[in-house]
């Protein structure tokens, strides 16, 4: 495990207690209801954007990282520095009232802290950031460094996911498709092995071929928010090349400014 790694691990260690606290002071109690009572929906004010609450999630958490990517870094670190550099982006576009969301813990706990998270700070717009990977199935084995490490090299590009259970479906696609156009704009193409049969149960169902855009109702995250919610695998880290590009401060950059145009772009639709 890099340096690097575990420098990004405990520094987000250290600011999950005022990253949690800055999105709601109640968000304890509110983490505790949120498996039991069904999400109720609301209807967010028109766009201001600096009032436009925006919940950037980093994906996973230190205790529960995520994939690993071909050179064995944990996916936690990519997407807390990609997540990190969009809510800087969004901030400087004017939208004050984002907040970055770091939450620790295994996996299925961390969650419903998101979610609960979001939900009791009435947020406009939850973004996950997350990097990917493939099946295991489809994993190659080499030597990185001199450790035993795994690959795909067969698949690469970003993806967008929504899930019909949200109960803005159709913002959260409206949107996904808006940051899915702005990647595509800058020359970025998606990942499309999940139409294939080779995915498994990890094929999806994909509503927009033109942006990437897939639906997916399994995760936690985009079906009990209660607002629109959008996931983003900005890129595939267990690709040995695509895990070099994405580890640029270039390609970070340009995938923040496209989500900040998107967003802005949303919001002037609202």
């Not at 009990?224 to 595939?236: C, H």
Request: glycine content about 8%; some cysteine.
């Amino acid at each position: 495990m890099s340096k690097t790694w575990r420098a990004i691990a405990a520094v987000a260690v250290s600011l999950i207690p005022l990253l949690i606290s800055s999105v709601d002071p109640g968000q304890a109690a509110g983490t505790r209801k949120v498996a039991k009572a069904k999400p109720r929906a609301f209807t967010p004010e028109k766009c201001e954007p600096r009032k436009f609450r925006i919940i950037v999630d980093v994906g996973h958490t230190p205790d529960s990282y995520g994939a690993l990517s071909a050179r064995n870094d944990p996916e936690f670190g990519f997407n807390f520095r990609l997540a990190t550099l969009v809510t800087a982006k969004l901030k400087s576009e004017g939208f004050a009232a984002t907040r970055l969301l770091v939450t620790d813990g295994k996996a299925r706990p961390s969650l419903f802290k998101r979610v609960g998270a979001a939900n009791d700070g009435r947020a406009d717009l939850f973004l996950s950031i997350h990097h990917d990977s493939v099946p295991d199935k489809l994993l190659e084995t080499w030597e990185f460094d001199g450790a035993h490490s795994y690959f795909s090299d067969r698949f690469s590009g970003h993806s967008l996911f929504v899930s019909r259970q949200n109960p803005h479906f159709a913002t959260s696609l409206m949107l996904a498709r808006m940051i899915g156009r702005q990647l595509k704009e800058q020359g970025l193409h998606y990942a499309s092995q999940y139409t294939m049969p080779v995915m498994g149960r990890y094929r999806r169902q994909l509503l927009d071929k033109d942006v990437g855009v897939y639906r997916y109702d399994g995760l936690v995250v985009l079906s009990r928010t209660r607002s629109a919610a959008v996931l983003l695998e900005a890129g595939s880290i267990i690709n040995r090349d695509e895990e070099m590009t994405m580890n640029s401060s270039e390609r970070q950059e340009t995938i923040a400014g496209a989500v900040a145009a998107a967003v802005g772009e949303f919001c002037e639709k609202r």
